[in-house]
Antibody, heavy 122, light 107 residues
Framework: QVQLQESGPGLVKPSQTLSLTCTVS??????????WSWIRQPAGKGLEWIGR???????NYNPSLKSRVTISVDTSKNQFSLKLSSVTAADTAVYYC??????????????WGQGTLVTVSS | DIQMTQSPSSLSASVGDRVTITCRAS??????LNWYQQKPGEAPKLLIC???SLQSGVPSRFSGSGSGTDFILTISSLQPEDFATYYC?????????FGQGTKVDIK
């Protein structure tokens, strides 16, 4: 059973960089045709896709965040990471990591981490 | 970006009721449409992918239909554990976007 677990600081100061890591267990991050995504959810609001990475290193980012986002992968540690720069209070949210997988050519997020709350405040 | 619009935003229903939630895409997305269930304090859970393909382990009372721009999630007989918020999400292009959610609560 694949499991994902987010980790990182729960409090980040405005203008600084938010850094989170997602550790994948129960399977190799490099196996299969998967991609690895970050998704966030402000309190009481909906879900926003931040971006994704393939284990080949290819990335796609949400244009609304692209100038501030970097997603990277460390296959040796079975982890992938998110960096979001120049944060403001609007970046306060629960951040989820998720696995994207293909079924008959169609993609969906089939495994999710439990989520981690990141608050941007001085 | 493709906009996903769900209706209603919330509904109240009783155990045993048939519930339908609609999701409309701002452009044709074929069947690149997924449905998720989220309970308070939990991560979303994938219910249906490719508009109508039920995920393994998901009860058969859940079903999905539609193609193009209009999609429906149906719960045939609402159970106590189904009270939650439901989201649609497209996987047609980047960025992936979600509907705003439909909260199903107890009447």
């Amino acid at each position: 059973q694949v499991q994902l677990q987010e980790s990182g600081p729960g409090l980040v100061k405005p203008s600084q960089t938010l850094s989170l890591t997602c550790t994948v267990s129960g399977g190799s991050i490099s196996s299969g045709t998967y991609y690895w995504s970050w998704i966030r959810q402000p309190a009481g609001k909906g879900l926003e896709w931040i971006g994704r990475i393939y284990t080949s290193g290819g990335t796609n980012y949400n244009p609304s965040l692209k100038s501030r986002v970097t997603i990277s992968v460390d296959t040796s540690k079975n982890q992938f990471s998110l960096k979001l720069s120049s944060v403001t209070a609007a970046d306060t949210a629960v951040y989820y990591c998720a696995r994207g997988s293909y079924s008959s050519g169609y993609e969906a997020f089939d495994y999710w981490g439990q989520g981690t709350l990141v608050t941007v405040s001085s | 970006d493709i906009q996903m619009t769900q209706s209603p935003s919330s509904l109240s229903a009783s155990v045993g009721d048939r519930v339908t939630i609609t999701c409309r895409a701002s452009q044709n997305i074929n069947i690149y449409l997924n449905w998720y269930q989220q309970k308070p304090g939990e991560a979303p859970k994938l219910l249906i992918c490719a508009a109508s393909s039920l995920q393994s382990g998901v009860p058969s009372r859940f079903s999905g239909s539609g193609s193009g721009t209009d999609f429906i999630l149906t719960i045939s007989s609402l159970q106590p554990e189904d009270f939650a918020t439901y989201y649609c999400q497209h996987s047609y292009s980047n960025p992936r976007t979600f509907g705003q959610g439909t909260k199903v609560d107890i009447k």
